[in-house]
C-alpha cells in the first residue's frame, strides 16, 4: 500500500511518468518481441518444410526385391484415384563418381523427361537438363569436390537393377562415362553434396 500510495500520489511528478514510460516499454517488449520471434521461427520451420518436400517425391512406391516392376499400372490406378496426383518412374542408386584420381561416392537419380517441369525448384547454375542423351547433372558442391564443369566427361560406376526373378544379388558394377550438361544448385548443403541426375534411359 505504501508502495502504491508512492506510485500514484508520487512528489515528483517527472520522475513518475519516466517511471510509466520505462514500464510501459518494458511490458510492450516482453510481450511484442516473443511474438516476432515466434512468428519468425514457425514461418522458418514451414519454409524449410516447404522447401525440402518440394524437392523430392511426396511418396515412394519401392519393390520389395528391389528390382524394377511393371510401374505403369501402379501409376495408372494411383492417378486415377487421386485427382491431381503425377506418377514418374525413376531409377535411384548409391554410385561412385571418379574424374582423374578423385572418387566420390553420392546418389544418382534417373528421371524421364516427364519429369522436367517438376525439376524447376532446382535451380540450375550451368547448363540445361538434358534428357535426349546420356548425360549427368550434378549438384553445385558435388561438382566443385570433382573439380569438374558443365561439357566435362564423368565416370560412374553404378549397380543397376536387377530384373524381376533374377536371384543374383550381387551384380558387377557397370561403368558410365556421362557428358555434364548441367549444374544445379538448391542452397542446401545435404542435396548439393550427394545428388545427381540422369536420363532414365
Partial sequence: LLVARKYFYPHNRDFFRRISLISI?????SVFLPMIILGILNGFHKNITQKMI???FHIQVID??????DYRDVIKQTEKKFKGVKGFPYFESGVIFAKDL???SALIRGVPKEMEPY???FYLKEGKWAFEKP???LGSELAKKLGVRKGDILKIYLRPYRKKGDQNINMPLTLKRLKITGIFETGYD???NNLAFMPLN
Fill in 119 to 121: 525439376l524447376k525448384e
Fill in 64 to 69: 520389395t526385391s528391389d528390382a524394377f516392376f
Fill in 102 to 104: 578423385v572418387k566420390i
Fill in 25 to 29: 516499454i518494458t511490458v510492450f517488449l
Fill in 54 to 56: 518440394s524437392r523430392d
Fill in 190 to 192: 545435404e542435396i548439393d
Fill in 135 to 137: 548425360s549427368v547433372v
